[in-house]
């Protein structure tokens, strides 16, 4: 693969991550991901994959909660444009 090609699937993968976490469809990651690629701060922890990437879904919407509340305003993931 040349690396316009390689460039060119590394931004749709990322985009597809990036409007799966928007979506909150944190479930979805799981089949959205590359199996090279490793979540292992989550994946250790549970014994799915699909429970790890819920796992970083729930700490991602409490994450963007403390942040609101210590900064008092909105912190959201937006889809990639």
Known sequence: MVESGFKTKAQELIKLMVDTIADKEYEKLVSN?????SWAA????EPTSE??????????????A????YENKEFVV????
């Open 33 to 37: 991901i590359p199996p090279k690629l």
């Open 42 to 45: 989550f994946i250790d922890a």
């Open 51 to 64: 429970n790890a990437c819920l796992g970083f879904g729930k700490w991602l919407v409490e994450q963007l």
């Open 66 to 69: 403390m942040w609101e509340e």
């Open 78 to 81: 937006d889809h990639l444009c």
